[in-house]
Nanobody
Framework: QLQLVESGGGLVQAGGSLRLSCAAS????????MAWYRQAPGKQRELVAA???????NYADSVKGRFTISRDNAKNTVYLQMNSLKPEDTAVYYC??????????????WGQGTQVTVSP
């Protein structure tokens, strides 16, 4: 129904920046919200940032002021601009989408993840 493909991860030094992209493809009735999660080794997956269809955003306290989530509705793409990166930001970042299917059921979709590594 919906496929999410992340890109933009990589290796960066502390203080640097990366821009993650998540392109959504497929057919659903409506994408209600999209989000970025991350999971570091030995830790639980956590919400990093989210944005709903109206543009309202929500951020984890640990990234507030450093990360910015945005979306291009025309391209069905969500972005995560990450500035002032810290080693503790190192994780696999996953794109997430909550969507209303064609039969009006909500479903959660996940991308495959993209690795972000921040060196000291």
């Amino acid at each position: 129904q919906l496929q999410l493909v992340e890109s933009g991860g990589g290796l960066v030094q502390a203080g640097g920046s990366l821009r993650l992209s998540c392109a959504a493809s497929g057919v659903v009735y409506r994408i209600n919200a999209m989000a970025w999660y991350r999971q570091a080794p030995g830790k639980q997956r956590e919400l990093v940032a989210a944005i709903n269809s109206g543009g309202t955003t929500n951020y984890a306290d640990s990234v507030k002021g450093r990360f910015t989530i945005s979306r291009d509705n025309a391209k069905n793409t969500v972005y995560l601009q990450m500035n002032s990166l810290k080693p503790e930001d190192t994780a696999v970042y996953y794109c997430n989408a909550d969507a209303l299917t064609l039969i009006r059921d909500t479903h959660t979709f996940w991308g495959q993840g993209t690795q972000v590594t921040v060196s000291p």
